[in-house]
T-cell receptor, first 109, second 113 residues
Framework: GENVEQHPSTLSVQEGDSAVIKCTYS??????FPWYKQELGKRPQLIID?????GEKKDQRIAVTLNKTAKHFSLHITETQPEDSAVYFC????????FGAGTRLTVKP | ETGVTQSPTHLIKTRGQQVTLRCSSQ?????VSWYQQALGQGPQFIFQ???????GRGNFPPRFSGLQFPNYSSELNVNALELDDSALYLC????????????FGNGTRLTVT
């Protein structure tokens, strides 16, 4: 089955700086790559997604890039704010969705 | 639009017992997936149901089983509970298996003592 690896496991940035989280996947047939944010004690919530026919997608301060050849994708958050502090999960899907282990992002005021 | 709901929210069981967790999918969604999330870990895929049939399974033993009903609601059953089964169990529904976002419920926190 699909195996998704995510780095780093923890990330601490100053407010206003950028944050980058990287993921790799093993199944070249995977074609859908969402990112989820999970705040403490809450459900994971979708923040952005990208499909395999697109290389980059942006939504305000959040962007995702996909390199199908290298089988890796990344989440970029610019102008970070304290409310961005949470655990972020990448995922890859062909017929079912597999998740990375998560990145705990801390944005220091 | 009604979101994904799970019951119960919390559950305490003894090792060796059996448990059933329930999930109502979001309206219009025909696919339900179950995940196990241990503290500080990512969601681990248990299985997925589409049109009442299991059509994907992660690395979980047969004592983890499930059902999907005609209204697309679902159950997760775990037999012979072990201490390591203690986790948050998340149910998620989607409109199109594998190609659309998962919408998660709030989860059931299972504690096995």
């Amino acid at each position: 089955g699909e195996n998704v690896e995510q780095h780093p496991s923890t990330l601490s940035v100053q407010e206003g700086d950028s944050a980058v989280i990287k993921c790799t996947y093993s199944d070249s047939a995977s074609n859908y790559f969402p990112w989820y944010k999970q705040e403490l004690g809450k459900r994971p919530q979708l923040i952005i997604d990208i499909r395999s026919n697109v290389g980059e997608k942006k939504d305000q301060r959040i962007a995702v890039t996909l390199n199908k050849t290298a089988k890796h994708f990344s989440l970029h958050i610019t102008e970070t704010q304290p409310e961005d502090s949470a655990v972020y999960f990448c995922a890859a899907s062909r017929s079912d969705m597999r998740f990375g282990a998560g990145t705990r992002l801390t944005v220091k005021p | 639009e009604t979101g994904v709901t799970q019951s119960p929210t919390h559950l305490i069981k003894t090792r060796g017992q059996q448990v059933t967790l329930r999930c109502s999918s979001q309206s219009g969604h025909n696919t339900v997936s179950w995940y196990q999330q241990a503290l500080g870990q990512g969601p681990q895929f248990i299985f997925q149901y589409y049109r009442e049939e299991e059509n994907g399974r992660g690395n979980f033993p047969p004592r983890f089983s499930g059902l999907q009903f005609p209204n697309y609601s679902s159950e997760l059953n775990v037999n012979a509970l072990e201490l390591d089964d203690s986790a948050l169990y998340l149910c998620a529904s989607s409109a199109e298996q594998g190609r659309s976002p998962l919408h998660f419920g709030n989860g059931t926190r299972l504690t096995v003592t």
